[in-house]
């Protein structure tokens, strides 16, 4: 919810890196498969010429790791679609989509204020 992680792809030779450090350096160890998602999914080949930097800031570790995965995914989509073509773009993200729509889809759920005359958003 208030994690948010910017990624820059450009043309370049396979090189990922969060916040100025190497991926497979990310913590929590027990999440960094997440992280790993897109790129096992899509297979190296897709990433091998492009570099990935990402920003992520705000929010607790793991929405963070979910940030991050949801900007590389996205990163990757909107790379092909400049750079490369339009039919390549559209399986990728049919993949990315198969597997799991958070990767490109943002979750819009938020909190709900409380109302007065109740204790919380919906009790009365």
């Keep these: 919810k208030t994690a948010t992680a910017v990624a820059h792809c450009?043309?370049?030779n396979g090189l990922i890196k969060i916040n100025g450090s190497p991926m497979h350096l990310v913590e929590p160890e027990?999440?960094?498969?997440?992280?790993?998602?897109?790129?096992?999914l899509l297979g190296q080949d897709k990433f091998a010429d492009v570099?990935?930097?990402v920003r992520v800031?705000?929010?607790?570790h793991t929405?963070?790791?979910y940030a991050i995965r949801q900007a590389i995914a996205k990163a990757i989509?909107?790379?092909y679609q400049k750079y490369v073509d339009e039919a390549k773009k559209k399986e990728i993200k049919e993949i990315l989509i198969n597997?799991?729509?958070t990767l490109l889809v943002a979750d819009p759920r938020r909190c709900?204020?409380?109302k007065f005359g109740g204790v919380g958003a919906r009790a009365r």
């Design 112 to 114: 709900e204020p409380k």
């Design 99 to 101: 597997y799991d729509r």
């Design 51 to 53: 570099d990935i930097r």
């Design 77 to 79: 989509v909107a790379y």
């Design 63 to 65: 929405s963070q790791i």
């Design 57 to 60: 800031k705000g929010g607790g």
């Design 10 to 12: 450009k043309p370049g």
């Design 30 to 40: 027990i999440l960094r498969f997440k992280v790993y998602e897109p790129i096992l």
